[in-house]
């Protein structure tokens, strides 16, 4: 079973700022949050992936809370492109460890 | 990053037939994984496949319905054995390479069974 729990479904205006919150209480201290997403029709796309510290890349920024149980994937500019399933999933960060997912949040970037 | 291509892209096939979908990928990969998504829902995971070894398959999932061969380090095959409509599903490819741990997916095999 997955081991994060996700909000099902959000809108977020286009050019705005889109935070993807993910719980995940359970999680074991060598284990990574990474994020994915798939947009329509095409194979997950990784985003980031971090273990305490807050994480950027030229996609996202990840914020971890301090005690590890919740983090948000932000999206800073949403744009129309950026309307996918997004995953958030906990694994230990090497390649023997598979990737489980859960059902992920729907975002929809409203024009 | 790893590049990783399926062959079919698409199928519509028979009940009762097999299909067998093909994963190259641009290096060697030490695990590769197989993921079904059924329409409407998340992925799940069928099998990992190191090369070398038999395949390890989740609950659910069995050798005889999903065989799956990974004969060198860039390449696996999947096969649905006597399909019947309830496989219809994109079928995808998944790897992780040597020296990173972040897991890569295909574009995925969209699979109709009439």
């Known amino acids: 079973d997955a081991k994060t729990t996700q909000p099902p479904s959000m809108d977020c205006a286009e050019g705005r700022a889109a935070n993807l919150p993910c719980n995940h209480s359970?999680?074991?201290?060598?284990?990574?949050v990474y994020w994915y997403r798939q947009i329509h029709s095409q194979g997950p796309q990784y985003i980031i992936h971090g273990l305490k510290n807050n994480e950027t890349n030229e996609m996202a920024s990840l914020i971890i809370t301090e005690d590890r149980k919740s983090s948000t994937l932000i999206l800073p500019h949403a744009t129309l492109r950026d309307t996918a399933v997004y995953y958030c999933i906990v694994r230990v960060k090497t390649s023997y460890d598979k990737v489980i997912f859960g059902p992920g949040t729907s975002l929809s970037v409203i024009p | 990053s790893a590049v990783i291509s399926q062959k079919p892209s698409r199928d519509i096939c028979q009940r009762g037939t097999s299909l067998t979908i093909q994963c190259q990928v641009d290096?060697?990969?030490?695990?590769m994984f197989w993921y079904r998504q059924q329409p409407g829902q998340s992925l799940t995971l069928i099998a990992t496949a190191n090369q070398g070894s038999e395949a390890t398959y989740e609950s659910g999932f069995v050798i005889d319905k999903f065989p799956i061969s990974r004969p060198n380090l860039t390449f696996s095959t999947l096969t649905v054995s006597n399909m019947s409509p309830e496989d219809s599903s994109i079928y995808l490819c998944?790897?992780?390479?040597?020296?990173?741990?972040?897991?890569?997916f295909g574009p995925g095999t969209r699979l109709l069974v009439l």
């Open positions: 359970t999680i074991s201290g060598n284990e990574y």
């Open positions: 998944s790897v992780a390479p040597h020296s990173q741990e972040t897991q890569y």
């Open positions: 290096s060697q990969v030490t695990m």
